[in-house]
């Protein structure tokens, strides 16, 4: 995925859901003067009309059959890219974005999911483009899909050294209804956020809460969400509980491959004190 591939979809994208937009009120209008006309003319013309609202009747299931289809093919994408098939994925996902249909919600899947593929890719200009693209419609009630679109977005920026531009994408989460799930890949992006913004006094609140939720994560992210609590600590002079959570860290993955992996946000992690025994970490 490149991105001058995304700016092709994304324009794709913005022409498809304005015609979805024109489609839904020309058919909205052709039945509303259909009605209308139908007790205003004679017994012939009303045949006519009823033609010509039977046509767009016909048009419209048409284009609903065809984004039911797009639908399945945005939903198979997003399970191959569950399973790590993320070029079969786009496959399936370019389908859903390169068509039109008049269901709203199937572009949004599709944008959303390719974000998704994006950032698997690597592509993190390409997901930030797309997420903010997706971010700019209206969602409604699709809440879940926009505080994961957010998320994505932040972790982009965040890989992109864009800080402030990722403390607002995580702002647009602050007061949200977040699930478990959500809650637990926020974790480590926003320890990422405060340690890179130099919030470190924030990154180390509700300590016990946030050790807790870092051991539901699979033990990468695991690792990487308590050598990040670890750092957090360390700035903040909590030695004891920053000395467990950099043990937790090297039991949980290689401490090493972590901090060669993000050196301007833990590059102070030094190696585990020889022969202590690690505290169990209470409240700063």
């Not at 399936?92 to 994006?118: D, E, F, G, I, N």
């Not at 926003?190 to 050790?211: I, N």
């Not at 609590?229 to 909590?238: D, M, W």
Request: charged share 20%; hydrophobic share 50%; glycine share 8%.
């Amino acid at each position: 995925m490149t991105e001058d591939t995304v700016a092709e979809w994304l324009a794709r994208f913005h022409r498809h859901m304005r015609a979805a937009a024109v489609l839904r009120w020309a058919f909205v209008v052709v039945m509303i003067t259909g009605c209308v006309a139908f007790y205003q003319v004679g017994p012939t013309a009303q045949l006519g009309v009823l033609a010509v609202m039977g046509l767009a009747t016909v048009a419209w299931v048409v284009l609903g059959v065809r984004g039911v289809r797009l639908a399945g093919a945005a939903r198979l994408g997003a399970m191959l890219l569950e399973a790590g098939r993320i070029d079969e994925a786009q496959q399936h996902l370019a389908r859903a974005l390169r068509a039109v249909t008049p269901l709203r919600s199937v572009k949004l899947l599709a944008c959303h999911q390719m974000a998704v593929a994006a950032h698997a890719s690597r592509c993190y200009r390409g997901a930030v483009a797309l997420c903010r693209a997706l971010l700019g419609e209206r969602l409604g009630a699709m809440k879940s899909m926009a505080n994961a679109t957010r998320l994505i977005l932040a972790d982009s920026l965040l890989m992109l050294d864009d800080v402030r531009a990722a403390g607002l994408a995580l702002d647009g989460l602050s007061g949200a209804r977040l699930s478990l799930a959500d809650r637990m890949v926020l974790l480590p992006i926003e320890l990422r956020y405060h340690l890179a913004a130099g919030l470190e006094d924030r990154a180390v609140e509700s300590l016990p809460h946030k050790v807790r939720l870092a051991e539901l994560l699979d033990a990468p992210d695991a690792a990487l969400a308590h050598a990040l609590l670890a750092e957090a600590c360390r700035r903040n002079q909590l030695t004891p509980q920053g000395d467990y959570l950099r043990e937790r860290a090297a039991l949980l993955g290689d401490l090493d491959a972590i901090v060669a992996g993000h050196p301007a946000l833990l590059g102070g992690l030094g190696s585990p004190p020889a022969g202590t025994e690690p505290p169990t970490p209470t409240e700063g």
